[in-house]
Structures are given as structure tokens and as C-alpha cells.
């Protein structure tokens, strides 16, 4: 039994948003890594552009920043550099204006440092796994997989409890800008350009801003220096201090990206379960605790794609990219790419070695919040199988309207206890 089959028809527009509400065009994907690897993609809405399919490629290309820079946006749609300097987070610069940001805050979300959350995120999951798994019948996203990284984030970031579901809230404006549920600001379905100077082109940006500049205040006031804010307002070693739209970029990334991804990769491991009731022994035998967190993280491949931007001219399986061309590393399809990845579209939570790209490998990249996401779905998934005897679907499971995010945003499920 298979968790999820694609349904596209092999030709499907990758640009339309729309397309992904069905689950990601997995036979798209699998027939432009057979036919066409480094495709000319059609775009309606803005400059089209190459999208590169295969895992090899993209693991590549992806540890070529010379080649392809972030420094010009790293989503799909088009943007004026005014805009691209209004909206820009560190994710969309290239050395050393990268890593003179990330060395700021790396500390805090290094393995070591991480590891040192285990208590605090297991003590978390008991919280709400109880509170959810006592209904019954429910909607995982919302009930599991929404509520541990909110909270988490809280403790890094340093944000008060109080105010995590109105942050998560507006999170979600930002990075699912193109789902309606999300926003009444859809971003292809703009007939105002109001907003383009704001992170996502969104009026949650606006307001989240101000929630960080009131926030810095309050805890300035207060002497706390905890959380990863007060990192990144420390001056550099040059005695430079990030601008202030630098840092509400930041915060508004933080926001989104730190909730998002991890949220979208729980709902993926429970919608697995769901399907593939075998997994579920597997957990709680301890057989797989050190390799299902990447499995699962594979599987969701909660990012689509990144995009990066040409800097000369070079060829690539015989295509020429110019410079100054959008080139797209759809890492939803490297992640199922059937010559790097045995059945990929089976869960198989053993899986060693398991190269999947979701963390960004082999560039400059990497994400930040890797060690806290194997973390946080390994401890889940732990103490999720102390307390149930089965868990199977209870009703449609709906996925995000995006291109750029792939998540379930209501799995609905039906859970045993112990």
C-alpha cells in the first residue's frame, strides 16, 4: 500500500498554483527527468524560465553559486530590484553578504545547541498529543502538526506564548500567499501593487513589523537578551548592524519559514502512517529512530523549489542558459527521482542512505533549522507511538494552493489509543 499516487497527466503547468492543489505533478516531474531534465517553462505571468528536474543536477548546480546566484530573488514570480532590495532576507543574497548573517544566529540552531531541546520539545508533544488525541477523530494539521513548531518557535525566537497563534496566523499570509484559506491577499490574483515593497508582497509583512519593532522594545526595556533576535541586532565583527528592513525581513522569514516547513513535514509522517500501517510497529520497536525523521522529511519535501538566477552564460545536458535567467531546482522532484531513491514513492522510514535535498545540500544554503526539524519530528513521532494502537484517514485530506510550499493543510485522521 502506497501513501499517495500522483494524478497529473504528465504535462502539467508547473506555474499554475492550482496544479498543486491535487498533490505535487509527481508523473510531470518523473517524465521531464526521463525526457527533458533542463526544461523551458513557460510563464504566463513573468519571465519564463529553466527548470532543472533531476536530483544530480540539482545537488550540482546547487553548490554553484558562481554560476547561479540567489541574489535576485529566489521564487518564481518576477520582481524590480527596488524590490528585491525592499523584500530580500539573507536566503536571497550570496557571499559574503550571506554569511556575514549567518554566522550570527548559526549558533543558535547548531546541533549541539539543539540537542538541548529535547526535554523542552518532548515536554511540548505530551501537551498535544494528549489534548488532541483524546477527540478521536480530527484534523492532524491542525490539531499535531500545526502546534509543535508554533510553540517551538517561541522558544527560540523568544516570543511570548500568548502571542504564537496570531503570529502563526500571519506566517501563514506570507509563505501561503497564493491559497485563499491563508489570505484574502492571493498574490496571483492582485489587482494592487500596495503591498510590493513588503516581504511576499503581503500586508502581513506590514503588521508583522510592527509586532517585531514593539517587541525588541519590550524586551529591551526589560534587560532580556534571550532568542534569536537579540543575535541578529548584535553588530558584526566590522561594527556594522543589520539595517532595519534587513531585520523585519528576518523576522518575517522566521516567522513563516520556521513554522511552516517542520508543520507540513509532521502532516506528511502522520498522513504516511495513516496509509502505510506497517510504519507505525516500526517506530515504536526504536528500529528507525535515527533515519525516519529524513524519510519523512523526504517525503514532504515541504519546499517545492528554490530559484536562482544565471551569471553567465553556460550549457547544462546540451541547453544553453543565458545569464540573467530564472533557473528553478524543483527539489520536489529530486526528491522522488527513482535513480537516487529505491520505491520513492513508498515510505520506507529505514531508508540509509537517504539523500534527500529538502535541507537545501551541497550550497551555501543549508538551512539554518535542519537539526531542529529532524528533532522535533523524530521526538513527535516517538511519543505519538507510545499512545496509539492504529491511525487511519477519516476524510479528505486537502493540500496547500502553492507551487513554492507543498503541505496538507487538513488531513483529517482517526486514531486507537494504547
Not at 503591498?195 to 524586551?219: C, I, Q, T, W
Request: hydrophobic letters at 40%.
Amino acid at each position: 500500500m502506497t501513501v499517495w499516487t500522483p494524478t497529473d497527466d504528465g504535462h502539467a503547468d508547473l506555474t499554475s498554483h492550482d496544479t498543486f492543489t491535487q498533490g505535487a505533478p509527481h508523473n510531470t516531474f518523473a517524465r521531464l527527468r526521463r525526457e527533458d531534465p533542463v526544461h523551458w517553462t513557460e510563464y504566463a505571468q513573468g519571465e519564463s524560465f529553466w527548470s532543472l528536474t533531476r536530483h544530480e543536477d540539482i545537488h550540482t548546480m546547487n553548490g554553484r553559486p558562481d554560476l547561479l546566484s540567489s541574489a535576485r530573488g529566489i521564487r518564481m514570480e518576477d520582481q524590480s530590484y527596488e524590490e528585491y532590495l525592499a523584500r530580500r532576507t539573507f536566503q536571497e543574497t550570496d557571499a559574503p553578504e550571506h554569511m556575514t548573517t549567518r554566522v550570527k544566529v548559526a549558533k543558535a540552531f547548531s546541533k549541539n545547541v539543539v540537542a538541548g531541546f529535547e526535554t523542552a520539545i518532548r515536554d511540548l508533544c505530551t501537551g498535544i498529543l494528549d489534548t488532541a488525541l483524546e477527540k478521536g477523530t480530527f484534523d492532524a494539521t491542525k490539531e499535531i502538526a500545526r502546534e509543535l513548531p508554533m510553540r517551538m518557535l517561541g522558544r527560540i525566537v523568544g516570543l511570548p506564548d500568548e502571542d504564537l497563534p496570531w503570529l502563526v496566523e500571519k506566517g501563514d499570509a506570507l509563505i501561503a500567499n497564493t491559497d485563499p484559506d491563508f489570505t484574502p491577499h492571493v498574490l496571483d490574483k492582485l489587482t494592487t501593487d500596495e503591498f510590493r515593497m513588503m516581504p511576499f508582497n503581503s500586508p502581513a509583512g506590514a503588521e508583522l513589523f510592527v509586532y517585531a519593532k514593539d517587541l525588541m522594545k519590550r524586551k529591551e526595556a526589560a534587560g532580556d537578551t534571550s532568542g534569536v533576535l537579540h543575535m541578529i541586532l548584535q553588530p558584526g565583527h566590522d561594527g556594522s548592524v543589520m539595517p532595519e528592513v534587513e531585520f523585519r525581513n528576518f523576522f518575517c522569514l522566521v516567522v513563516a519559514a520556521g513554522n511552516d516547513t517542520t508543520r507540513y513535514s509532521i502532516a506528511a509522517g502522520l498522513q504516511a502512517l495513516a496509509h502505510q500501517p506497517e510504519l507505525l510497529p516500526l517506530i515504536q520497536s526504536g528500529a528507525v529512530d535515527d533515519t525516519m525523521a529524513d524519510e519523512i522529511i523526504r517525503w514532504a519535501s515541504p519546499t517545492s523549489y528554490f530559484r536562482r538566477t544565471a551569471t553567465q552564460d553556460f550549457d547544462l545536458h546540451g541547453r544553453q542558459i543565458k545569464k540573467g535567467q530564472k533557473v528553478l531546482y524543483w527539489f520536489a522532484s529530486a526528491n522522488r527521482d527513482e535513480t537516487v531513491f529505491e520505491d520513492p514513492f513508498r515510505v520506507n522510514l529505514a531508508r540509509n542512505p537517504n539523500k534527500h535535498l529538502a535541507f537545501g545540500q551541497g550550497g551555501p544554503h543549508l538551512c539554518l533549522g535542519m537539526w531542529l526539524a529532524r528533532l522535533e519530528v523524530r521526538v513527535l513521532f516517538q511519543e505519538l507511538a507510545k499512545r496509539i494502537k492504529s491511525i487511519e484517514p477519516a476524510g479528505d485530506q486537502k493540500f496547500l494552493r502553492s507551487n513554492f510550499v507543498a503541505g496538507l493543510k487538513n488531513l483529517p485522521v482517526r486514531v486507537t489509543l494504547q
